[in-house]
């Protein structure tokens, strides 16, 4: 599946964004938003499955919503409250298994990254 991720930007401390990442398909795919900061590792940050089981980092837990419209192949990050440790890029992911989870090598799908920085 190809995956095109969209929706970053620059935004202050506070702020909100939605990120979308529109897909070829998405029946049957546990979807994920994962985000690399500068030096560091990649990390998970929320993923739905295909039951509509939903997992979040505890880092975004009450911050970030994750949605999914299968009827568009598009997935959503509503990401609100923003730090400026949030500044990263973005990437949508998505997994064939249909588990929630924050393995990465479940993933065999990626879309390009999307920056989002947080700053004043």
């Known amino acids: 599946v190809q995956l095109q991720a969209s929706g970053g930007g620059l935004v202050q401390p506070g702020g909100s964004l939605r990120l979308s990442c529109v897909a070829s398909?998405?029946?049957?795919?546990?979807i994920g938003w994962f985000r690399q900061a500068p030096g560091k590792e990649r990390e998970g940050l929320s993923c739905?499955?295909?039951?509509?089981?939903?997992m979040y980092a505890d880092s975004v837990k009450g911050r970030f919503t994750i949605s999914r419209d299968n009827a568009k192949n598009t997935m959503y990050l509503q990401m609100n409250s923003l730090k400026p440790e949030d500044t990263a890029v973005y990437y949508c992911?998505?997994?064939?298994?249909?588990?929630?989870?924050?393995?990465?090598?479940?993933?065999?799908?990626w879309g390009q990254g999307t920056r989002v920085t947080v700053s004043s």
């Open positions: 992911a998505a997994n064939p298994f249909g588990t929630a989870t924050f393995e990465r090598n479940d993933y065999n799908s």
């Open positions: 398909a998405l029946d049957y795919y546990a």
């Open positions: 739905i499955g295909s039951d509509g089981s939903t």
